[in-house]
């Protein structure tokens, strides 16, 4: 059974201590791999979309990488603003998408 | 460019009633899709639209409808309420990169 499990479910960060959010996935025949930002209230917000091992994304203090078996997510130098949960996903082709529960990022000042 | 609307933004609705989601997009995306959020769980999939004039089950359909009204247009119809059904409903569009375009979202409450 295709599976998405994000580790751990909640963070909790100093500002400017940074870290990395995981994201396991064990599917069959991955067609893309997308992380989204939520924040309380709202819908996901995308960010990412990464297709093979080894390629990289980055925006501002996020980087996404990506192996055969997980995607990180690494927050340099946090701010309050970052906090949020994040949510990864996984396309396995045609519109199956399989998304985790979720990491819950909270940056104190 | 309001991008994806939904309506209402919260609802309460005694067990046994009916209920129309509306969501509306104004991006010109063919691909839209119904979500349900809960607690602990990830994002699933009740229905979607490939193309104006389709539609599929996704991973929960069961007491849900939907029509595809027009290429803007998706609603979501709960026929008799049901207590499991109390989620946050989120209405999405597929962009060109592959990834979703979400609505604020629907926080509908069965009691």
């Known amino acids: 059974e295709d599976q998405v499990t994000q580790s751990p479910e909640a963070l909790r960060l100093q500002e400017g201590e940074s870290s990395s959010l995981n994201c396991s996935y064990t599917?069959?025949?991955?067609?893309?791999l997308f992380w989204y930002r939520q924040d309380p209230g709202k819908g996901p917000e995308f960010l990412f979309t990464?297709?093979?091992a080894g390629e990289e994304k980055e925006k501002e203090r996020l980087k996404a990488t990506l192996t055969k078996k997980e995607s990180f997510l690494h927050i340099t130098a946090p701010k309050p603003e970052d906090s949020a949960t994040y949510l990864c996903?996984?396309?396995?082709?045609?519109?199956?998408?399989?998304f985790g529960a979720g990491t819950r990022l909270f940056v104190k000042a | 460019n309001a991008g994806v609307t939904q309506t209402p933004k919260f609802q309460v609705l005694k067990t046994g009633q009916s209920m129309t989601l509306q969501c509306a997009q104004d991006?010109?995306?063919?691909?839209m899709y119904w979500y349900r959020q809960d607690p602990g769980m990830g994002l699933r999939l009740i229905y979607y639209?490939?193309?104006?004039?389709?539609?599929d089950k996704g991973e929960v359909p069961n007491g849900y409808n939907v029509s595809r009204l027009n290429k803007r247009e998706f609603s979501l119809r709960l026929e008799s309420a049901a207590p499991s059904q109390t989620s946050v409903y989120f209405c999405?569009?597929?962009?060109?990169?592959?990834?979703?375009?979400f609505g604020s979202g629907t926080r509908l409450t069965v009691v």
């Open positions: 599917v069959s025949g991955l067609r893309g």
């Open positions: 990464l297709y093979s």
């Open positions: 996903a996984a396309n396995t082709g045609g519109f199956k998408t399989i």
């Open positions: 991006m010109n995306h063919n691909s």
């Open positions: 639209s490939a193309s104006e004039g389709t539609t």
């Open positions: 999405a569009t597929l962009m060109a990169g592959g990834g979703y375009t």
